[in-house]
């Protein structure tokens, strides 16, 4: 039980920490020292997994198997990266939008709220205990979003609060839904809730309530997934808060709402045939999809822009598990990986892009190689990546699930050979713009230090693209198999 613990409880105390001290040199340095002391925790936690196979704890309540450590020591890498990239992004933030010490220990404290809900949200075995997460995630984001008071923030922090909230309540109502089916089987108490308990006793859940429970969670959760019709609030909650928000939006909430999903997937697939989810992943993955795809052709602003790069992905990985099989289950773990490190390591290079020239707009951000070499690669080499160029794992992911796609549904294929095509389109074209050419005159670079994290990740991402670890390998395959059923 220690061992998680340990991580929540290193996440957790950082909140009071930050604030009352989080302010100034000194609250940027115990940003970063808190969220390495959280991945050091992580690690020790992912040795044991390694060593003693999956455990619950804590009475059943908290859990770590193969499926969560993965996305755990995702989110304490991005986790890290973004506290490192915060430090000199906000200095220059503080200075230009005269924000107060208080404001920047809300900003530091809230952020770390963020980061612990989604760790809990990940280690929790209980069903309820996880929505509760989730929504603890939505309000702390909510005032990140809101952080420069702007009119555009605040409109973008309501437009978020509403629209989550709406999908979090459908959420509810289906973990209530959820709870009434067991309870017919594991009795009144919270134990009904148990994610490993429901698991035992799936195949004796009522199919019709089940199924109704697992619409409810779909477009509940798929709204912070960013599932289309349900996304209005994202490209605008991107382009209008820190792009160290943007990046952990994109790099964890995204990927734990997904996860949410996942878990719901593998109660329904046993008490239904896997056919009724699939179909309504599959059909909301690629309609996302192509949404974002030919939303991005007409984006002026580059945040809002990658903001519909994370749908588009997103949408590809929803897809990947509505095929169901586990090759295509692999590829979405990958592809969800892969996605988490590349697009925050796009929104930390971006934002110092932006911070530079001092303009959201496309067309504005000219010469970033003659300004800084240093950005210039880190913005051209993230955004290569997440186009899916090898040998990023964004390249092996998304040509998995085109394989899996034509042994599964071939008729599927060219509705996603289109929507990578119409987003590679979209945005290579821009990138050249803004990497190559003159820089503007009278514009300084940006410090080289808020560079180093997405060096970092993409090294990383390369990995995952060239040589995957086995241990890795192990934990995606073992977790495949239990979303196969």
């Given at each position: ?74 989110a304490g890498v991005v986790g890290l990266g973004t506290a490192f990239f915060s430090r000199s992004y906000m200095a220059r933030e503080i200075v ?81 839904l959820l709870y009434f089916a067991a309870q017919k089987v594991l009795g009144h108490d919270a134990n009904a809730l148990l994610w490993t308990h ?280 073992h977790a495949a198999r239990l979303l196969h059923g």
């Open positions: 039980m220690m061992s998680i613990l340990l991580v929540l409880i290193c996440a957790a105390i950082g909140i009071p920490l930050l604030a009352l001290w989080g302010d100034g040199r000194r609250g940027a340095v115990m940003f970063i020292g808190i969220n390495a002391l959280v991945l050091l925790a992580i690690l020790a936690l992912a040795l044991r997994v390694l060593w003693n196979g999956p455990f619950t704890t804590g009475d059943g309540q908290f859990m770590v198997d193969d499926l969560s450590i993965v996305l755990v020591l995702v230009h939008w005269s924000l107060s010490r208080r404001r920047v220990r809300l900003y530091h404290a809230m952020f770390q709220t963020f980061l612990t809900t989604m760790l809990l949200a990940l280690l929790t075995n209980n069903m309820g205990i996880l929505w509760v997460a989730m929504e603890g995630a939505t309000l702390s984001t909510v005032l990140l979003v809101s952080l420069f008071h702007t009119a555009e923030g605040l409109e973008a922090a309501w437009k978020y609060f509403i629209l989550c909230g709406v999908g979090l309540a459908m959420a509810l109502f289906g973990t209530i429901l698991k035992t006793v799936r195949h004796q859940l009522q199919p019709q309530v089940m199924a109704i429970a697992f619409i409810f969670m779909l477009v509940g959760y798929g709204t912070k997934i960013g599932l289309s019709p349900l996304n209005n609030w994202l490209p605008d909650a991107h382009a209008s808060g820190p792009s160290s928000v943007s990046a952990a939006l994109s790099g964890l909430l995204l990927n734990v709402a997904l996860y949410a999903v996942l878990r719901v997937k593998v109660l329904v697939d046993g008490a239904l045939d896997p056919d009724f989810s699939g179909r309504l992943l599959m059909g909301f993955g690629v309609l996302s999809l192509l949404v974002a795809a030919f939303s991005i052709l007409r984006q002026r602003d580059v945040k809002r822009l990658f903001a519909y790069s994370s749908i588009e992905h997103m949408g590809l990985a929803t897809f990947a598990f509505g095929i169901g099989t586990p090759l295509a289950s692999f590829a979405g773990l990958l592809h969800m990986i892969s996605h988490s490190l590349t697009k925050s390591a796009v929104f930390f290079s971006v934002g110092q892009a932006v911070q530079s020239i001092g303009s959201r707009e496309i067309q504005r951000i000219r010469g970033l190689l003659e300004l800084s070499p240093f950005l210039g690669w880190a913005v051209m080499l993230a955004v290569l990546f997440i186009l899916g160029m090898p040998p990023s794992g964004i390249f092996l992911s998304e040509f998995l699930i085109v394989t899996s796609t034509l042994q599964v549904q071939p008729w599927l294929t060219p509705f996603l050979l289109l929507g990578l095509g119409v987003t590679f389109a979209g945005i290579f074209p821009r990138l050249q713009g803004m990497v190559f050419g003159p820089a503007p005159a009278g514009v300084d670079a940006p410090p080289v230090s808020g560079i180093v994290p997405v060096f970092v990740q993409l090294s990383l991402v390369v990995v995952l693209g060239v040589f995957v670890p086995w241990t890795l390998i192990q934990w995606m395959q």
